[in-house]
């Protein structure tokens, strides 16, 4: 089994950025595709990005396009979400999760039911 905890979210202003890591264990990184999601008051969980276990597919929300990277370290068994130019419609709650599979899991739009392990939440506020 495969257990994910996120880190690094917090208080930003508008325009700032923020990493999120999604730290990884009790199994090998290399077998997982890892999303990450966000949900805020009144709003479904949402896709936000995703990379495939190689990290031959990438995909991101139309609404952080341009603004979030996501990139892994399979070595350190992190992967990580660079956020920047945040606005406060980025406010959520962040989830990172694992499914296997290989690049099927990361086709757009990137969709909850891919996923089987899922950390419990990062919380990103971007307000002045």
């Known amino acids: 089994q495969l257990q994910l905890v996120e880190s690094g979210g917090g208080l930003v202003q508008p325009g700032g950025s923020l990493r999120l890591s999604c730290t990884t264990s009790?199994?090998?990184?290399?077998?997982?595709?890892i999303g990450w999601f966000r949900q805020a008051p009144g709003k479904e969980r949402e896709g936000v990005s995703c990379?495939?276990?190689?990290?031959?597919?990438?995909n991101y929300a139309d609404s952080v396009k341009g603004r979030f990277t996501i990139s892994r370290d399979n070595a350190r068994n992190t992967v990580y979400l660079q956020m920047n130019s945040l606005q406060p419609e980025d406010t959520a709650n962040y989830y990172c999760a694992a499914g296997t599979g290989s690049g099927y899991v990361c086709s757009y739009p990137v969709a909850e039911d891919r996923f089987d392990y899922w950390g419990r939440g990062t919380q990103v506020t971007v307000s002045s």
């Open positions: 009790g199994s090998i990184l290399d077998y997982y595709a």
């Open positions: 990379v495939s276990n190689t990290g031959g597919v990438v």
